[in-house]
Every structure is written in structure tokens, then in C-alpha cells.
């Protein structure tokens, strides 16, 4: 998704300096072949697998205030798997991406990592 890319870049030259960003990719390599410009950025490479994605988390969030573990962000993922399907039944939708079941699915993911993660129950 190199628009979104340039996009996020973007705001945080123009607009924003405190907008941090991050690269995640399947394989590192593909990323610095594709966009050149990336060079001195790091690259999060997730092997394209759910706990690859969480892995490379834990690293990004590393400065943040909320300290979740890849076992945190499994139990949140495995939740939001089985609630995407009962969203989508229940809205009739065969896709999340429409406004009201993402939101449903946000609102949900909150839910969940406030009780997995102690710090996010702190600041709720």
C-alpha cells in the first residue's frame, strides 16, 4: 500500500511531527526493493502471519505507555475471529469493512484488550 504510505510520510513532514509511523511487510527485502525511498527506515518483516504481526508489535510499542505480550494480542485477535463471524451474521454484511461492523469490531477490540492488558483498564 504504498499510497497509504506516502500518505502517513506525509502527514507527519507536513502537518504533524509528533505522527509516528511504522512499515510492516511479509518480507523485509520486498519492501526495500519496491519503495527505495524507505532506505534508514526499519522495516517490521511479519513473515505474513498473525503472531509475526503481534511480534513486531511489541517491538513498535516498545516507548508506549500499554506494554501488551504476543499472548495479549493472540487472546485479542481470537476473540475478534469469533465475533467478525457473528458480526457479519448479524448485520447481514459478508465483509467488515462498511462503517457500522468496524466499528463494531473496534468497540469489541477495546473491550477485549481491556481485559487482557492491566494499563488500558487504568486509563478507561
Do not use: C
Amino acid at each position: 500500500m504504498p499510497f497509504e504510505l506516502g500518505l502517513a510520510v506525509a502527514w507527519q513532514w507536513i502537518a504533524e511531527p509528533s505522527h509516528s509511523w511504522y512499515v510492516f511487510e511479509a518480507n523485509g527485502r520486498r519492501a526495500e526493493k519496491s519503495l527505495s525511498d524507505l532506505k534508514g527506515t526499519e522495516i517490521y518483516a511479519h513473515g505474513n502471519r498473525p503472531r509475526g504481526v503481534f511480534r513486531e508489535l511489541t517491538d513498535v510499542l516498545v516507548n508506549e505507555p500499554h506494554q501488551p505480550t504476543v499472548r495479549d494480542l493472540e487472546a485479542i485477535y481470537r476473540g475478534l475471529r469469533k465475533y467478525a463471524v457473528e458480526i457479519k451474521e448479524k448485520l447481514r454484511r459478508k465483509s467488515l469493512f462498511h462503517a457500522r461492523p468496524f466499528r463494531d469490531l473496534v468497540i469489541r477490540a477495546l473491550a477485549i484488550a481491556r481485559e487482557r492488558i492491566p494499563s488500558l483498564r487504568q486509563s478507561a
